[in-house]
């Protein structure tokens, strides 16, 4: 068994149902799920009739003929701006789509009218700059309005964007766009970021001087601390919208036509372009976002705190939010700028009755401690949401208990940049949840777990994560590299989606996804997943966050090694080592016991908030590390190095 499958260590019997009340006026009911288990083509098919507008409605659905190159509604018309926008003008024009929060204390109301008239501004600018239907644009900015203008602006003139995450380099601008050809880079003067410019127009000009597919540079004046302006290349956003009329003809765009490119960071490897489509895509979004986050239009204020930058921002607060005809606010800058109660004092402000965020965030909050909720008002909310990360359980309890006043369901959402949209997760108004699991896969989408041979595991087992039937919002390939698409997601197992995610199925049937199996360690002949070590550490009420590794070890293949960063008010000790180590133990086993427990002051992130294990590895058989400049927190890891070998003795 031991080397099919994943070990099932962590029990988890906590459940909670959803209340009566929020059940009876649930948006998603047990119907969906019954209408897609009958017929789930039949049943995204109605979806995509019913919660787009087409210019031309599909005749076709699934096409299977060319797997894994599945196409969905191939030959249905439609813009995906049109749906976002224009659709709600004649009796929605005034709903406000975004409350945007700038990071200084500075605001703006975005009514849909007001959306439209900015994007078909922007949608001619764009068409006087030579820009049009299949050239690329690439989009480098900080979280302001003009970043989902320019993304709508692209979409109505049928220009596939490739949205390049703020935070990144000039490097991951070039790689992104020679691998796409871009021709245009939109981006801003700079970013806010806790009270300093980040040099957004300096790290373009670093790249437009490399990348040789760029024509032009826009640029949106937002920090105005004073840029170079290259004399007919670099134009202001202000000067190119000048006089444009607030009517940009949508572009009639085929339902599989690329609607964008988003990158997903390799740290080894060259970066994939992930490639969506438009009518697939939208209808994906559009659904999960109605169902999972049981969406009101009329009366819910929805807060996506992602960035744009990543997926979760393409789908979540601009594309599934947008076409709903839904009011968000969008939030600038950092959560803990001015002070560590941003998010709470934003939702206590507008009313904010949705949240969603990711599990990174919610142990900080954790760490920085529940004075900072209690500060403010949060009785407007009513469902919360996670994702990104397998949420510890003692995170999700806590996420519960003060933000959610016990009252609000958790939904936690698994899914991938791939996946376009969300796959796994509860129904708020149907599943009773689990802390920790993201319960089953939603109507319309079939998961399983299945052993290294591909065959399902019992009730009860681990294994790795399976998507046995295509769906609407996949991605359609790698742009450029049909064969890595074949070679990474339809090889391991064929025939089924491979997302490269270990997991568990519970007695219950529920899904438990345990990390990337990367992140896998073997243990004395046992596959133990990191997730699971690292739920029990944080269950500990000392601990805020904990990275557990596989460390080289010649006695057991590899030694399980823990990073451990302690919640406010609790010091690291010799004694508190000792205790850890037993309360891992209690909790799942003396097998999972860590040899090395390393406290460190915070564990190394990718710019999304995902922990990085392997560097800690890396840190931990003294390897070399490579390039560090792509971490959120760099300055980390020569701390944690220090410890390290500090600790490099410990038993
Ligand atoms: C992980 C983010 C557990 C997973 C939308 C996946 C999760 C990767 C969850 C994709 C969750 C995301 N529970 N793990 N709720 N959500 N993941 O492409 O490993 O940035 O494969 O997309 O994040 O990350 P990506």
Known sequence: MADTGIENLLHENRLFPPSASFAAAAVATQADYDEADADYVAYWTRQAKERLTWFKEPTETLDESNA????????????????????HLATGGDKVAYHWVGEPGDTRTITYQQLSDEVNRFANGLRSLGVGKG?????????VPELPI?????ARIGAPHSVVFGGFSADAIVDRVDDAQAKLLITCDGAWRRGTVVPLKDNCDDAMARAASLEHCVVVKRTDHGVDMKEGRDIWWHDLVEGQSTDAEPEVMNAEDLLYLLYTSGTTAKPKGIMHTTAGYLTGVATTHAQVFDLKPES????????????TGHSYIVYGPLTN?????????????????????????YGVTILYTAPTAIRAFMKWGSQYPERHDLSSLRLLGTVGEPINPEAWMWYHTYIGAERCPIVDTWWQTETGGIMISPLPGVTATKPGSATKAIPGISADVVDGGGNSVPLGNGGFL?????WPAMLRSIFGDDQRYIDTYWSEYPGVYFPGDGAKIDEDGYLWVLGRVDDVMNVSGHRISTMEIESALVSHPAVAE??????????????IAAFVTLRGGFDESDELLV?????????IGAIARPKTIIFTPDLPKTRSGKIMRRLLRDISDKRALGDVTTLANADVVEAITEQAASYADDD
């Not at 050239?135 to 979280?143: E, F, H, P, R, T």
């Not at 850890?580 to 209690?586: C, I, T």
């Open 68 to 87: 894994p190159f599945y196409t969905w509604f191939a030959d249905g018309e439609l813009n995906v701006s049109y749906n976002c926008l224009d659709r």
């Open 300 to 311: 819910d204020v929805y807060w996506c705190a992602a960035d744009v930058g990543w997926v």
């Open 579 to 587: 205790e850890l180590k037993g309360h891992v133990a209690e909790k």
């Open 150 to 154: 320019a993304m709508l602006a692209c």
């Open 546 to 559: 904990a990275a557990v590794i596989g460390a080289t070890d010649d006695l057991s293949g590899q030694a």
């Open 466 to 470: 399976t998507i046995t039937k295509p």
């Open 325 to 349: 005809h839904t009011t968000s606010v969008m939030y600038e800058g950092t959560p803990d700028f001015p002070d560590k109660d941003r998010l709470w004092s934003i939702i206590a402000e």
């Open 135 to 143: 050239d690329q644009v690439a989009i480098y900015m900080g979280m």
